[in-house]
Every structure is written in C-alpha cells, then in structure tokens.
C-alpha cells in the first residue's frame, strides 16, 4: 500500500503543499537541534515536540523517516560558560575538554527530556565539533565559487553573490547591507549582511586549525556540513521554530546551494512561539519553565505533550496551567475510553434511548476524518474531535448495546493508529519503550553502517542504562529483550 499524502505549510511557496519525497515513501528530514549549555525550556521543547508529531504523522502514514538531528556543542554561549574559571595558561586541549564536559552534560539532559516526552529519537543526531573538516571543506568550496571571502582570520558569506537570497524570509535586496560584514551569529532581518562562516579564535577560546589560521566554524555552517553529509544534496523536510527563518535557514540555504548549485531543501516548516500565562517567557517574569520545572509541580510530561500537540504548530500556543487541566480531563477521557474498550462489555444495557450506530462505519468515518485532517498541514484540533466524537457515539452505542468482540478490536486498533502520533494513550507501557528501543537500534545500525564508532558505543551505552539486552540474529537484524 503506498503512504498516504501529507501536505504542510511551505515557508518557501507560503502555501500548504503536499510533501513528494525525492525517493518515494522515504521522507528525509532535517531539524535544527539543540545549543547544549543549559536545559531546554517549554519553548523549545514545543518545537521538538511539534517536530515530532510531523515525524510520527509520516511514519504513521506509512513512510519511512530519516530523521538527522544536530547537537550545537561550539557556540558563543557555550564558550562563555565553558571556559569560566579556567586558568587562563590553560592550553587548546584543557578547554576542549572544558567545552566537552559542559555540552555532554547537556546533551544527556537533553536526550532524558525528549525521552520523557516520547519524541522518537533520530536516526542520527550529530555533534557540530564531529564535522569540523566537512565545514572547513564548505568554506573552501564557496571561496572557490567567488561566494566568501577571508578578512583577518575570519571567513564571510558575501551575499551580493548569490542572486536569491533573502528568498526564504523574502529580504528586500535593495535594502541590504552588501559588503558588510557581522561577526554575530544572531541579527534582525533588516540588517542583512554578510554573515560569519569561519571565526578566528580570540585568546582564551578553543579552536580548531584551518587554511585561514586557528579558529571555529559560524554558527550556521554546521547545519548545511552534517545537512548534506548525512541527508544528502537534496532534503525534503528541513524544521525549525520561527524564530530560525532568518538569519538561519536564510544563511543555511545561502551555504547549501551557494555550494551546490541547486536547491538543497524542498520544504522548510517552522513552529510557532509560545506564552507562558500571555506573555513572552522571561526568568525576570517568573514564568520561565524546564520540563523538569513543569515535572516538580507534580506535571505528568504526557499531559505537557498532549497539550502541545492538541494545539496547532502554526498558531501561538498561550500555555497556561488551566490549560494543562483541560489537557488531563481530555486525556482521561480518552484512557478510561480505551479501558472500556478493553473490558468485555458486561456495563452495557443501562444507557438511555440514542439512535443506534453502526460501530464499524463509525471508526471508519472517524479514521477519514482523523487523516483528513492530518494530512492538512497536521490539523489536530480537528483530527481530534473527530476521536472525541467516535468517543461520544460509541460509549453511548455501547451503554444500549454491548459492542462484539470485533467491534470493540476495530475501536482499538484505531486507538493505537491514532496514539502511533500522539503517543498519550499506549496499549501499555511496552508499547511506548519498545518503539524508543526500535530507534535507539537503527540509529546504532546506521552509526555502525558510517564507522561511527563512538556514536555506535553510545547508543549501545544507552541502550544498557535503559536496561535493554541486545540480540544480534542470524538474519542481520537485531533483537531485544529486558534485561
Ligand atoms: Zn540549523
């Protein structure tokens, strides 16, 4: 059977188009990751999670996913709080080792989180400073082609060569800033100009050698190295949060296709904001949140995810606490549901007159209009009112007439196609872990496939704090059992 089409919102075309991926029914994808300093607040964990759900609707849909997710480990912020309280004589090697010690331990922080919530891991999720040489041969080959320039240790994207750009946050050229240079990874779009690609290091600061003297890569470059080293010269899907468009995914497909000479990425989708309480999250506010936060006011992360997820990614979400109390009644609603389902009807025969419906037709029209509504740019308001409403007519169909035992199995199987995405109603908990240890497991088959050795054992590591013994078959495949 051929994967359902799914359409989504196209920064590019600002149209909602169905997504055609470059090999039929496998979708490559690529999500911007994150700066591993410090922990992930309810912001950008709306946009993991709402990446999440774009990826899960896919594989749900019947496609497979590559899904590569980069790990930023060498920024401006992570050098700042990396390198305190170093000595300043402290050599190339000690604050290597003082930027590494800060960003693994982020990093695992990180992954604990996106585990909490049940976002599939990628299938690859490399570290910046693993791709150094890729990113130094980009810059070569865009020096090569006339599109950046050396000034004193540094590299920078001349944007005057490249006739489109500004074309994905639509940059009014003649507005632009063509010549000047900025140092900073981060600006405002009215003060487009050409970007850093390769820093010299300043004292103090870790660096890497390169044909233009000590130093490390831009921010942005590492996107577009691992982008087209693992993905590939054309990307289907590449996400991010709004806030990415520019200077970001402005400056990446400057790069890509400055570099290569075609169109890198066929559909750019970016998640929108969110409030804490209707207003902007500040620390001086009071009303900035980890999920860690969130989980020590006794939140279940379920009940974070499913509010996340019940809202659609392009709006505003405005979270709120009341909010997070809806999302609970909804989802108790939904589990005591499935429970019924699950019994044998013995409740049935007490409920007033309603006009009886047939339970088959009625999740198969629910099931129409759950991915009817998916498939339009991941419309889940709707796609769930369509769950609420089966839940509606069924319970009552069942309080006259108790459901046949293959009745009830469609009503199932319909809670689980529909919990594959939202992931908040498993069967059971082996559910939720088996399709966590199935990820961890092709991505070490795919890290091994690369001679990633090091991103091979720490799967494997992971997979054995998780409790997870691994089975290699005769077949090639690998199995898996608790320990
Ligand atoms: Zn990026």
Known sequence: MSPRSISLHNTLSRKVEPVEPLEPGVVTLYTCGPTVYNFAHIGNLRTFLFQDLMKRTFLAAGYQVRHCMNITDVEDKIIRDSQKGLDPAADNAARHAAMKELTDRYTKFFLDDTAALRIVEPTYIPRATAYIPQMIALVKALEERGLAYPREGSVYYRIAGLPHYGCLARLDRDGM????????????????????????????????????????????????????????????????????????????????????????????????????????????????FTLRDLMAKGVDPSTFRFTIQSNHYRKVLNFSFEGLKASENALRRIRQFRKRMEGDGSAAGEGAWKASVDPMARVEAAREAFWAAMA?????????????????????????????????????????????????????????????????????????AAKNWPEADAVRDRLKEMGIILEDRKDGTVGWRKA
């Open 376 to 448: 339009d740019d991941l419309n889940t308001p709707e796609a769930l009112a369509a769950l609420f409403t089966l839940i509606t007519d069924i319970n009552a169909q069942d309080d006259r007439v108790a459901l046949t035992p293959g009745e009830r199995g469609a009503v199932l199987a319909f809670l689980d196609e529909t919990d594959a995405i939202f992931a908040c109603w498993p069967h059971e908990e082996e559910d939720a872990l088996g399709a966590e240890v199935e990820a961890l497991i092709e991505r070490r088959r795919a890290a091994k």
């Open 177 to 288: 800033k063509a010549g000047v240079s900025v140092d900073a990874d981060e600006y405002e779009r009215d003060s487009a100009q050409d970007f850093v690609l390769w820093k010299a290091a300043r004292p103090g600061e870790p660096y890497w050698e390169s044909p233009w003297g000590p130093g490390r890569p831009g921010w942005h470059i590492e996107c577009s190295a691992m982008g087209i080293e693992l993905l590939g010269e054309r990307v289907d899907i590449h996400s991010g949060g709004v806030d990415l468009v520019f200077p970001h995914h402005e400056n990446e497909i400057a790069q890509s296709e400055g570099c290569l000479g075609h169109q890198w990425v066929s559909t750019w989708v970016h998640g929108e904001f969110l409030l804490v309480e209707g207003e902007k999250m500040s620390k001086s506010l009071g009303n900035f």
